[in-house]
């Protein structure tokens, strides 16, 4: 048989074997999103993957990460008050054959629901209405870690057994940095090729942005209400000042001439997400303290763009009569995200745009994400090449009613099962 006639009859049996697993497929969906596991409260929903992970016949491992090796890293993750109770879970599968590895990545931590009133289901629920799959989680990213588990299983129903070694990672604590992917590298979990299941719509995505969290302190002068033109407002002051960073962040927008980056309105967006000011309704506010979030691009540097960020406050500092005299100030808080990126011809691309176009006869879609995501560890610290793929709209992720379509999830688990097969070949 040829490889070409080869390949066709491992895709026909995957794809019934994924016909045959779709009620599976949705049980085991439904019971993850009805186990809460917001960041920070992780090990219910742990336990339940593990199970599965143990009847898929995974060796698993379980071990809650070690605060002291992630010390030196405490500005790019959270740390907090450590990970008791908080495991990471890896279901092994071991090869005796000569093919690559792969690790298949998934963070089992989720946002909070947020005001259930604002969902048309309960939360975690994990209810079915027309092709959908509801609940907090569904789609970042329980449903990737569902679609992990199920390829793997898919391809050996189907009578094929990878020739490499096969690490099926649930992680924790990756909405606030990913310590648990960090912690899991550091532990010697590598392997030839990552693949994190992100809810990308089915794209596949080489390059994410990265994000920094800053602190904007903005100086005000007190007075009565009364005598309010005596004061200097530091609400009006932070609104100048917030005014202006829009503007460098449309700056920043059209300086970016990348590819991957052209289907995306706002590649760098500066987010003001909270603001306190002022002491009383009857004064003039005297501070203003903002927290936000900036996003980058892969090939920036950390260090030089807080640099930037800082001068561009500076510089409308400066153009303030008041504020030149009474400078902003800019903190830069825990919880960074660097970018990250693999080359467009990295065979971990290649392999999976080769997967698609003979599942799908097109090409897929190949794209940058602006947000961040535990894909820069595995480049950056564990030196793996990594790609994104996954089901599901991130633009639903964190929102109320998240969801994701099932016949997405099933397509999938169809890719991820033949590109495990062509990655790391078969016995």
């Known amino acids: 048989m040829s490889q070409t006639e080869h390949r066709r009859v491992r895709a026909r049996a995957i794809t019934e074997s994924v016909t045959n697993l779709r009620p599976q497929i949705v049980a085991a969906l439904q019971e993850l ?36 090796l992630l010390e030196p890293h405490a500005e790019s993750v959270t740390i907090g008050n450590g990970f008791a109770d908080r495991p990471n879970v890896l279901g092994l599968l071991h090869s005796d054959g000569a093919g690559r590895s792969l690790i298949l990545n998934g963070h089992i931590d989720t946002v909070e629901p947020g005001d259930e009133r604002a969902w048309e289901h309960p939360p975690l629920s994990g209810a079915v209405k027309e092709g959908r799959l509801y609940g907090r989680g569904s789609c970042d990213m329980k449903g990737g870690l569902v679609a992990n588990l199920f390829a793997l299983h898919a391809l050996r129903q189907a009578g094929f057994i990878p020739a490499g070694d096969v690490i099926m990672q649930s992680t924790i604590s990756e909405e606030d940095g990913g310590a648990g992917a960090l912690a899991a590298i550091l532990r010697g979990y590598v392997a030839d090729g990552v693949v994190i299941s992100e809810p990308t719509g089915l794209a596949l995505v080489p390059a994410h942005g990265g994000a920094l969290m800053f602190r904007l302190h903005v100086p005000g002068l ?12 530091a609400i009006e002051k932070f609104a100048y000042l917030h005014h202006g960073l829009l503007q460098f962040e449309a700056r920043r927008n059209r300086e970016i001439t990348d590819p991957l980056y052209a289907e995306l309105p706002n590649k760098v967006p500066i987010n003001v997400g909270t603001i306190h000011g002022g002491a009383w309704a009857s004064s003039v506010p005297e501070f203003v303290v903002a927290e936000g979030r900036a996003g980058l691009i892969p090939g920036e540097n950390l260090a030089t763009f807080k640099q930037e960020f800082a001068g561009e406050i500076s510089r409308l500092a400066v153009a303030d009569p008041w504020l030149r005299n009474n400078l902003p100030r800019v903190e830069w808080l825990n919880g960074q995200f660097a970018p990250a990126a693999i080359p467009i011809d990295s065979p971990l691309v290649s392999t999976l745009s080769e997967v698609w176009t003979r599942a799908y006869g097109t090409q897929p879609k190949i794209i940058a994400e602006p947000y961040g995501a535990d894909m820069r560890h595995f480049v950056m610290t564990g030196g793996m090449p990594c790609l994104m793929f996954g089901a599901g709209d991130v633009r639903l992720a964190h929102a109320p009613n998240e969801s994701i379509p099932l016949e997405e999830l099933f397509t999938a688990v169809r890719i991820t099962a033949e590109f495990i097969a062509e990655w790391c070949g078969v016995m």
């Open 222 to 233: 007190s007075a009565h209400a009364g005598a309010r033109d005596e004061g200097e407002s």
């Open 33 to 68: 999103v009805r186990i809460p596991s917001q960041t920070g409260d992780e090990l219910g929903a742990q336990l339940s993957i593990a199970t599965m992970m143990r009847d898929h016949g995974l060796d698993v491992e379980m071990w809650e990460p070690d605060h002291r």
